[in-house]
């Protein structure tokens, strides 16, 4: 007699990551096309305006051409990066922080671009400072790398698809930024801003690990370790201190080294 199908199990058999990423970049497309039309169009304040402007600068260049531009040479770059002579524990986190530091560029960019977009820098950013040292090394990068090495120690202990780690790591950014400013995780494209620092790493790891697969109560620890793990910073917290008062930057937010 042949098996009864299950309608509930051929449904779930086709929901993927990378099925759910095309729902969310769907949804984010809608919405923040929606968003834009309503302020850009509107008597909103010209900063309003302005930020509007510099997170499409953000989704242009970060998600749309550099996101794809590594989806389009996923495997020559995991080629490369596996030809280095270095242990798979040191190049993820490094590999993670240069694409951080490629996007937090791009954010800085975007700041700093104010007056072509009808605003003055410091009443319109989307970044805590216009200075692109300051801000990674005191409010988005140096909060970044602890995370990194948390998401190591768990790709050394369970097999996550590049796919899972897009997902989760972009689900960690959507409530860091969520946490900054509720309405952020509406856009949606937060899973891509961050989940771009993390895929083409993860898509590089050596293939023959040998670990096994996680259990469905890794998946809520892997998304809420890292918002914790910048306590990892502790030990650096007073040359961070030392470097903040002799470098005194201009934050346009309140800073905890301050």
Not at 100 to 125: D, H
Not at 192 to 204: D, N, R
Not at 225 to 232: E, K, R, Y
């Amino acid at each position: 007699m042949a098996k009864k199908d299950n309608f509930p199990n051929r449904i779930f058999s086709r929901f993927t990551a990378s099925g759910l990423v095309k729902v969310i970049g769907i949804y984010s497309i809608l919405v923040i096309s929606l968003i834009s039309f309503l302020i850009l169009m509107s008597d909103a304040p010209a900063h309003e305006k302005a930020i509007i402007k510099m997170a499409l600068g953000l989704i242009l260049i970060w998600i749309i051409l550099v996101g794809s531009l590594m989806y389009r040479f996923r495997d020559p770059i995991r080629d490369l990066i596996q030809r280095i002579p270095l242990p798979w524990q040191v190049k993820f986190p490094l590999f993670c922080t240069i694409l951080a530091l490629v996007e937090e560029a791009v954010t800085v960019s975007m700041t700093n671009l104010a007056p072509l977009f009808g605003a003055e820098i410091g009443q319109a950013f989307i970044t805590a400072s216009a200075n692109y040292l300051h801000t990674v090394l005191f409010h988005s990068v140096i909060v970044f790398i602890p995370m990194f090495l948390v998401w190591t120690i768990f790709l050394h202990c369970f097999d996550f698809p590049p796919a899972h780690v897009f997902l989760l790591f972009g689900l960690t950014g959507s409530l860091a930024e969520m946490s900054m400013s509720p309405t952020n995780i509406l856009g949606g494209f937060w899973f891509f801003v961050y989940g771009l620092m993390i895929f083409l790493p993860a898509y590089s790891l050596p293939e023959n690990r040998k670990i096994r697969k996680p259990k469905w109560w890794v998946y809520p620890l892997v998304v809420a370790a890292p918002l914790l793990s910048p306590i990892l910073l502790l030990p650096v917290t007073p040359l961070l201190r030392y470097l903040w008062r002799i470098m005194d930057p201009i934050f346009f937010v309140e800073s905890s080294w301050n």
